[in-house]
């Protein structure tokens, strides 16, 4: 078994956890690494499983916008929509997306179960969002994306203004996850990862600030790095963490808002020093916490160890998590799954 350094501390749910509600999510997670936990998520269930899928009956739905089939290559195959003959974008706009609705229903819960003493009181209720570029270039007609983005991302933002308005600031926490960007940098036009901005890099900060801006200056914020998890699949394996700690440099550079952490996948496989060694040119706002997504349950606690090992040749303190939000998986896997968290890394202070 892999010698570590020190042992990580802390750990992050990234977002789904696939059991029945969010009840059942909040007293699972918490009864077996509630310790180690600062934020909770109520787990993405029911229709929200399969991350921003949802989303496609609010583009289905408006009047304003008429379906097309899928285009072929595209990483996930559904329909997407363009504007119906006539309509001006410039008058387009989209109503409730759901997920304040469904924010401040679990929130709810998450209250009440945090009243019975269930739940630490530091603990956080996590809110895990799409950016808006991910359910644009999911759904929206390619050659329209630019023309439908100023509508959706002002409905996502209003989403965001009033999830911050119901839920008291020092309770909360919001998480950006940032998929269809990493697609972009990393070029990958032939699956329609194809950014509609001339500046890709430049661009996708420009969207993902505006995002990270949204949030309160005293509600926490953090950034999940992701290349997707669509069929258990990656939209493409990374050569190395080159093009997330660009990315997160980045982010980190053009705003001075508080970030309480990144996430940053790590593939099963990579245990090489390769993977990890951009890791070092990291730079990071002095307060976030940096969780790396190393734990996998199919090698358990011997892989994961070596891992960290890897890591921990390059960076110094670090988390623990997932991949990616694990909805997708069985149900009966999410009780090993997060006693390996535990396993492997030491309780928060």
């Known amino acids: 078994m892999s010698t570590i350094a020190t042992r990580p501390a802390g750990a992050l749910l990234v977002g789904s956890v696939p059991l029945e509600d969010a009840d059942a999510v909040i007293r699972t997670a918490t009864a077996h690494l509630g310790g180690h936990l600062r934020r909770i998520p109520d787990g993405e269930t029911g229709e929200r499983t399969i991350w921003v899928t949802w989303q496609q009956g609010v583009f289905a739905t408006h009047p304003d916008l008429e379906e097309e089939p899928p285009v072929e290559g595209q990483y996930a195959p559904f329909p997407r929509y363009r504007l119906r003959a006539g309509t001006d974008p410039a008058r387009l706009r989209f109503g409730d997306l759901g997920y304040a609705e469904v924010a401040l229903r679990s929130y709810a819960r998450f209250a009440e179960v945090k009243r019975t003493g269930a739940v630490p009181t530091r603990m956080r209720f996590q809110v895990s969002l799409p950016t808006p570029i991910s359910p644009l270039n999911n759904f929206a007609a390619l050659d329209e994306r630019a023309l439908l983005e100023p509508a959706y991302e002002d409905a996502l933002l209003r989403e965001v203004d009033a999830i911050a308005s119901a839920i008291p600031h020092d309770e909360l926490a919001v998480q950006w996850d ?73 982010i ?92 492997v890394a030491d309780p928060v202070s």
């Open 252 to 343: 980190h550079a053009e705003t001075t808002r508080p970030i309480a952490w990144l996430h940053l996948p790590v593939p099963r496989e990579r245990t090489d020093a390769a993977y990890f060694a951009p890791l070092a040119d990291l730079r990071l706002h002095p307060e976030t916490e940096l969780y790396l997504g190393l734990v996998h349950l199919t090698d358990g606690e011997e892989g994961t160890l070596a891992r960290i090992a890897a890591a921990q040749e390059v960076v110094g303190a670090f988390g623990v998590a997932t991949e990616c939000g694990f909805g997708r998986r069985d149900p009966a896997s999410v009780a090993p799954l997060l006693d390996l968290h535990a396993a």
């Open 178 to 250: 940032i998929a269809f960007e990493m697609g972009f940098l990393e070029g990958l036009a032939d699956m329609m990862f194809t950014a509609w901005w001339d500046d890709v890099l430049r661009g996708s900060v420009e969207r993902i600030i505006r995002a990270t801006e949204r949030v309160p200056a005293d509600v926490e914020v953090g950034h999940h790095l992701c290349y997707g998890d669509f069929g258990h699949q990656h939209f493409v394996q990374p050569s190395d963490a080159g093009r997330l700690v660009q990315l997160a440099n980045a």
